[in-house]
């Protein structure tokens, strides 16, 4: 079973039931991943010295998720343009709609990007698809 993404406005989200009223899924990627970035205090650095230890305090964890598709139509990379709007917006994965709200944060993302590539299909007809498409979200 594949892992699905979901992204929405804020207005499509509930504060009230902290839920996806309603979620844009977008296409199953081929590689989902995450890490935990640590925030550190402004006073953050190294005592001098030749023993030089870190000091400072740790504040927060911010997520990033890295998302890589395979092939995509050119109607799959609209979906996902539309999806991950400019700004912020509710972001979550999981098998259904349900999980994903269970792991859903506030995000920002990066550039989408994706390799353009012509398809000539068996008819002769050709076809614009996305190669390698991929996008980091980003935990606000």
Same mark, same amino acid.
């Given at each position: ?57 740790? @504040?927060?964890?911010?997520?990033? /998720? ?5 092939? @995509? ?21 999981? @098998?259904? @709609? ?30 614009? /698809?996305?190669?390698?498409? &991929?996008? &980091?979200?980003?935990?606000?």
């Amino acid at each position: 079973m594949a892992i699905d993404l979901y992204a929405c406005s804020k207005a499509d989200w509930t504060s009230q039931s902290n839920a996806f009223i309603s979620g844009n899924k977008l296409p199953s990627p081929i590689s989902l991943k995450r890490s935990d970035e640590q925030i550190w205090s402004e006073d953050t650095g190294r005592t001098a010295g030749s023993n030089a230890k870190m000091i400072g305090e740790s @504040l927060a964890t911010k997520k990033t /998720y890295v998302i890589q598709w395979g092939i @995509l139509t050119s109607s799959q990379m609209s979906d996902i343009r539309d999806a991950l709007t400019t700004g912020f917006f509710k972001f979550g994965y999981g @098998l259904t @709609l349900a999980n994903a709200t269970n792991v859903a944060i506030t995000a920002y993302r990066s550039e989408i990007q994706g390799e353009i590539i012509n398809t000539i299909k068996k008819d002769g007809s050709s076809g614009i /698809y996305y190669k390698n498409a &991929s996008v &980091s979200v980003i935990e606000q």
